[in-house]
T-cell receptor, first 113, second 108 residues
Framework: DAGVTQSPTHLIKTRGQHVTLRCSPISGHKSVSWYQQVLGQGPQFIFQYYEKEERGRGNFPDRFSARQFPNYSSELNVNALLLGDSALYLC????????????FGAGSRLTVL | AQSVTQLGSHVSVSEGALVLLRCNYSSSVPPYLFWYVQYPNQGLQLLLKYTTGATLVKGINGFEAEFKKSETSFHLTKPSAHMSDAAEYFCAAYAMRFGAGTRLTVKP
């Protein structure tokens, strides 16, 4: 079975641009969560979606948005990119929302110049 | 608000020595607790989890952790370190709050 897949794996953007990151969960998993991991720090929670509805939101500005599709895949969108948005963006899937075991993808590394 | 604190951003041990990585949580309600490992250029992989019941939890690769409510701790241990254990380790509460991580180095 395929694990959590994320695309793209690496990307470079300039300040002010917009980026869309994509995630496909493990088959049967209905919840997707997004995390930002800045170099040298732990993952910071951005969003959790379950059955296409937002179930949790971390302390991130409105420039960050996400959605979940009927097939449970998800997109993370970041507008008006700042240098500080440079990070590894991790997607994780789980059977349900809440405090469940997360299975992580390898991440999308975003560099903002 | 719940928070997770990992004591020591970097731990170095010799191969065969005891590994002890420290994690404390702040919450009036015992949370669900997790330890994850991250190898370079990879996502996080679950080592073990505590939800309810037995306070000593065994995980993969010989790791185990003990939940101590009185100390609000969930320290990760392994009796004998192996070179392949070198990685970044993260403690998490409620699957949404992660500690800053501890980098484990294993010396030959």
């Amino acid at each position: 079975d395929a694990g959590v897949t994320q695309s793209p794996t690496h990307l470079i953007k300039t300040r002010g641009q917009h980026v869309t990151l994509r995630c496909s969960p493990i088959s049967g998993h209905k919840s997707v969560s997004w995390y930002q991991q800045v170099l040298g720090q732990g993952p910071q929670f951005i969003f959790q979606y379950y059955e296409k509805e937002e179930r949790g939101r971390g302390n991130f500005p409105d420039r960050f948005s996400a959605r979940q599709f009927p097939n449970y895949s998800s997109e993370l969108n970041v507008n008006a990119l700042l240098l500080g948005d440079s990070a590894l963006y991790l997607c994780a899937s789980s059977l349900q929302a809440g405090a469940n075991v997360l299975t992580f993808g390898a991440g999308s590394r975003l560099t903002v110049l | 608000a719940q928070s997770v604190t990992q004591l020591g951003s970097h731990v170095s041990v010799s191969e065969g020595a005891l590994v002890l990585l420290r994690c404390n949580y702040s919450s009036s309600v015992p949370p669900y607790l997790f330890w994850y490992v991250q190898y370079p250029n990879q996502g996080l992989q679950l080592l073990l989890k505590y939800t309810t019941g037995a306070t000593l939890v065994k995980g993969i690769n010989g790791f185990e952790a003990e939940f101590k409510k009185s100390e609000t701790s969930f320290h990760l241990t392994k009796p004998s370190a192996h070179m392949s254990d070198a990685a970044e380790y993260f403690c998490a509460a409620y699957a949404m709050r992660f500690g800053a991580g501890t980098r484990l180095t294993v010396k030959p």
